[in-house]
Nanobody, 125 residues
Framework: QVQLVESGGGLVQAGSSLRLSCAAS????????MGWFRQAPGQEREYVAA????????YYGAPAKGRFTISRDNAKNTVTLQMNRLEPEDTAVYYC??????????????????WGQGTQVTVSS
């Protein structure tokens, strides 16, 4: 079992930056690939970014490319999403997730075993 708790969300203006963090507890954090997803009201959950268990490989969905950076610190059991140049379209609840699989489909929510409760990000125009 892995418990995930997100933090760092808030209300910001367009063009601003936010840094989301996800703290993990429970089974060995370094055994898991990690991902960030988001869900806006009335929309499906959307893949944002993922990172391999060792932090060597990072992957980005269309919303994140060129603006967001995912990183992890296995010594501190944390994964971070640095979000720059935020736009109103980035408004959503952001979820951290852990995958114990082989990491072939990290852009799919079905590949993840554990989820956090989410943190709200609101970007005003």
């Amino acid at each position: 079992q892995v418990q995930l708790v997100e933090s760092g969300g808030g209300l910001v203006q367009a063009g601003s930056s936010l840094r989301l963090s996800c703290a993990a507890s429970g089974r060995s954090f370094s055994n898991y690939h990690m991902g960030w997803f988001r869900q806006a009201p009335g929309q499906e959950r959307e893949y944002v970014a993922a990172i391999s268990w060792d932090g060597v490989n990072t992957y980005y969905g269309a919303p994140a490319k060129g603006r967001f950076t995912i990183s992890r610190d296995n010594a501190k059991n944390t994964v971070t999403l640095q979000m720059n140049r935020l736009e109103p379209e980035d408004t959503a609840v952001y979820y951290c997730a852990a995958s114990g699989g082989l990491g072939y489909r990290l852009n799919s929510s079905k590949d993840y075993d554990y989820w956090g409760q989410g943190t709200q990000v609101t970007v005003s125009s």
